[in-house]
């Protein structure tokens, strides 16, 4: 069969190769790969900025963000021939943490886990792959065209989760939320934003293309002139920073009031500087009560609500998101230079 597969840490290996066809464990199912979202880690996976092989190989597959129809599933499963689905990305430390031991492996203490396609565990980037039942979630049958949008849409379910556990520290009302970013991962949480019933607000630079419309179907407010001004029209309870930009990420922790929420999904490049008056954003975060915390990956139950999620939205909407689907047999086109706000799908079926 077909598969991306690159050698971790070195820049320009990425390659379409002929690999054996795969073989599932016990328990395990055989899946049909329908399509590969592409996303800002696979691009530095790609240019070889890190990643690690699973043992004994120096190569391994790409693609964590996954959608592929099952092909054989063993009896007691709870999957059958024909059923869409998802692999979860993460496993958990064979000798768990307590956050591993208890289904958290999104939290792991002590990084020994797993990833597919990028730490140690061959990706989804291939015509076949295989998943252990236990990390697999079904999906609607009739999400066939936008549920590779469900490892994103997963990040966003925890990043909710999160910013209510918080919030039920104390009465928690919220009115209003910012959403820096109109990137996948910021419409998606602008997505759920609205469906909460919130008054949502998001920002990004582009004053044209898709964003705009795509903002304000969701009944949304779009603002790309600046930052205060964003800040000034949503007075928002809650910000949701997608875009990893350093002047962003200091922006949006300043930018909510009393008992604010700053949720950070954006990962920034390391070594940028900003100026900063650290004593002002301490002074506001402690004396406004604020709370401001990072998020990455996902658990078995985010996943969960990331399906239901995904089943419940409107499908146009949802499909407006994915903005270029290529080939596998032209792979390069979607980890080329694109911005990372741009979807891009890979077609695992042919060409």
């Excluded at 070889?48 to 693609?63: F, H, N, S, T």
């Excluded at 990040?155 to 109109?182: C, H, N």
């Excluded at 990420?249 to 604010?260: L, N």
């Excluded at 089943?311 to 032209?330: G, K, N, Y």
Aim: aromatic share 6%; with cysteine; charged share 25%.
């Amino acid at each position: 069969m077909r598969a991306l597969t690159f050698a971790p840490g070195k820049q320009g290996t990425l390659e379409l190769a002929e690999i054996d066809d795969p073989e599932p464990g016990e328990g395990g199912l055989l899946v049909e790969g329908l399509a590969l979202g592409v996303c800002g880690t696979d691009k530095e996976l790609a240019n070889g900025e890190y990643g690690w092989a699973p043992e004994g190989a120096d190569r391994m597959v790409i693609g964590h963000e996954s959608l592929g129809r099952v092909k054989t599933a063993p009896s007691g499963s709870g999957f059958a021939p024909g059923d869409l689905v998802v692999g979860v990305v993460r496993r958990p430390d064979p000798e768990p943490c307590g956050a591993c031991a208890r289904g958290q492996f999104d939290s792991c203490r002590n990084g020994d886990y797993t990833e597919r396609g990028i730490k140690q565990l061959d990706g989804y980037g291939s015509e076949l792959w295989t998943v252990e039942a236990e990390y697999a979630v079904k999906l609607d049958p009739e999400l066939s065209d936008v549920g590779v949008l469900l490892e994103p849409m997963s990040v966003l379910a925890k990043a909710w989760d999160q910013i209510d556990r918080i919030g039920s520290r104390a009465w928690f009302e919220p009115k209003s939320v910012l959403v820096t970013g109109a990137g996948p991962i910021g419409l998606l949480a602008a997505l759920i934003g609205a469906r909460r019933g919130l008054e949502v607000h998001v920002y990004d630079h582009n004053d044209h293309g898709p964003k705009p419309k795509l903002v304000a179907d969701l009944g949304a407010a779009y603002h790309y002139e600046s930052m205060a001004a964003a800040v000034a029209a949503a007075k928002p309870d809650i910000v949701i920073e997608a875009t990893g930009v350093a002047e962003l990420v200091f922006d949006a922790i300043s930018a909510t009031g009393a008992f604010g929420i700053t949720c950070l999904t954006g990962v920034s490049a390391a070594g940028r500087t900003a100026d900063v008056d650290a004593g002002g954003v301490n002074r506001q975060i402690v004396l406004e009560n604020d709370v401001v915390f990072g998020t990455v990956n996902a658990n078995l139950d985010h996943y969960a609500e990331a399906a239901r999620q995904l089943a419940e939205a409107d499908r146009d909407w949802l499909r407006r998101i994915i903005t270029r689907r290529v080939p596998l047999s032209r792979f390069e086109e979607a980890f080329r230079g694109e911005p990372d706000d741009v979807k891009v799908v890979i077609d695992l079926t042919g060409g």
